[in-house]
């Protein structure tokens, strides 16, 4: 069991030091300041809802931990408003270009490769941990939060995101095809808000939100783009928020130990 676990995180290693997040969007040279503007700009156009629900400035001389911080795209809004930050990943590709990120932003922060199934920091040390987008790609999704737990202080905040098998894309994938962003990675779940309620039960509060509702694609042409573009998402955004709540894409988690 240990052993192919050991070899599924090889794998998941492996495809993340190939496959950088967001690629295909980018118009400038990976590693140069306009890549990291290309990919924050498309984040948080994509991900509008993020910076409503995270202020990422509230933690001034705070220590935040992300797991899986990938290029460091949050981790700079972090650091940028006074946290003392740390960055993992289980990819060395990935370390690279958070540091890079790091150095054109002229910011500090301890970035290094590591596996957030078994972290290389104290009982309560954070204030803050933070895995955006990583639960689902990991080997072992209880493992990665009990850790997460076991490193932060007593009182702090752990957020976190996974994908809703409820979700509005995930049936929108399903019914025209329309493949999902690394459905080829070695591990892809998806959860139902129960089911992560029931992930997070070892903390003391738990708040679940459902978010990230239709934008326009810049990923998709043809007729299916235009179609999903000019008729989907207006039509969509045009129903009550409190109708379709809970077919939000993403499940954004709140939780204190």
Known sequence: MTETRDNLTDDI????????????????PVGTEGFFRDLAEYRF???????KLVDFSSYTD???????????????????GGARVTGVDLSQTAIDLARKNFAWCDL????????????????????????????????????????????????????????????????????????LEHEDAPVLEKFTR?????????????????????????????????????LFVGTFNCIPRALVRGSGWHLMAFANK
Not at 45 to 51: E, Q, S, T
Not at 62 to 80: H, M, N, P, S, T
Not at 143 to 161: W, Y
Not at 213 to 221: D, I, Q, Y
């Open 62 to 80: 705070q220590k935040v931990l992300e797991i899986g911080c990938g290029a460091g795209i949050d981790l700079v809004l972090f650091a940028r």
């Open 13 to 28: 290693r492996q495809y993340w030091n190939d496959h950088i997040h967001d690629l295909e969007i980018v118009r400038h």
């Open 108 to 179: 500090k922060g301890d970035l290094r490769v590591g596996n957030g199934e078994a972290l290389d920091f104290p009982d309560n040390s954070f204030d803050l941990v933070y895995a955006h987008g990583v639960l689902q790609y990991t080997a072992d999704p209880v493992t990665m939060l009990s850790e997460a737990r076991r490193v932060l202080k007593p009182g702090g905040t752990f957020i976190g995101m996974v994908y809703n098998r409820h979700g509005w894309l995930n049936l929108m994938s399903r019914l025209f095809r329309v493949g």
């Open 194 to 230: 129960k089911e992560f309620t029931r992930l997070l039960s070892g903390f003391s509060s738990v708040k679940i939100i459902p978010e990230r509702f239709p934008v326009k694609s810049r990923l998709h042409g043809g007729l299916k783009g235009f179609l999903f573009n000019t």
């Open 45 to 51: 156009d994509k991900l509008r809802y993020l910076p």
